[in-house]
C-alpha cells in the first residue's frame, strides 16, 4: 500500500507565498509522473501542474511565473512553491504519483488526501 501526505497549507494574504509538500511512503519501487490537483468550493477539480522523473514540468496557464513544481526523488517527496497568491487560488490542494510497487506491478496512481490554500484578500 502506498501513502501520500500532503502539508504545508494554511491562510495566506493575498500576494504572500506558501510551500507545499507531498510525502509518498509504503510499498515503492519507483514513482513515475507526480502532479498537483486543486478543487475549489462548487467547482471541479483542476491540474495545477505536473513533473515527470526527469523533470519535466507543465503548468496551467495561470499558474506560469507564479508556482514551481519540484521533487525530490531520493525522499519521494513533491513540493509546490506557491508565489503570488491570489484570492482566487484559495482551494484544496491534492498531490497525485504513478507509483510501481513491484518488479512485476504497473504504475498506479495514488491521490494525497489533500491540503487547504486559503488566500484572503
Known amino acids: 500500500q502506498v501513502q501520500l501526505v500532503e502539508s504545508g497549507g494554511g491562510l495566506v494574504q493575498a500576494g504572500g507565498s506558501l510551500r507545499l509538500s507531498c510525502a509518498a511512503s509504503?510499498?515503492?519501487?519507483?514513482?513515475?509522473?507526480m502532479g498537483w490537483s486543486r478543487q475549489a468550493p462548487g467547482k471541479q477539480r483542476e491540474l495545477v501542474a505536473t513533473?515527470?522523473?526527469?523533470?519535466?514540468?507543465n503548468y496551467k496557464d495561470s499558474m506560469k511565473g507564479r508556482f514551481i513544481i519540484s521533487r525530490d526523488n531520493a525522499k519521494n517527496t513533491l513540493y509546490l512553491q506557491m508565489n503570488s497568491l491570489k484570492p482566487e487560488d484559495t482551494a484544496v490542494y491534492y498531490c497525485?504519483?504513478?507509483?510501481?510497487?513491484?518488479?512485476?506491478?504497473?504504475?498506479?496512481?495514488?491521490w494525497g488526501q489533500g491540503t487547504q490554500v486559503t488566500v484572503s484578500s
Open positions: 513533473i515527470t522523473r526527469d523533470d519535466n514540468t
Open positions: 497525485n504519483a504513478e507509483v510501481r510497487s513491484g518488479i512485476f506491478a504497473g504504475y498506479q496512481t495514488y
Open positions: 509504503g510499498s515503492i519501487l519507483s514513482i513515475n509522473n
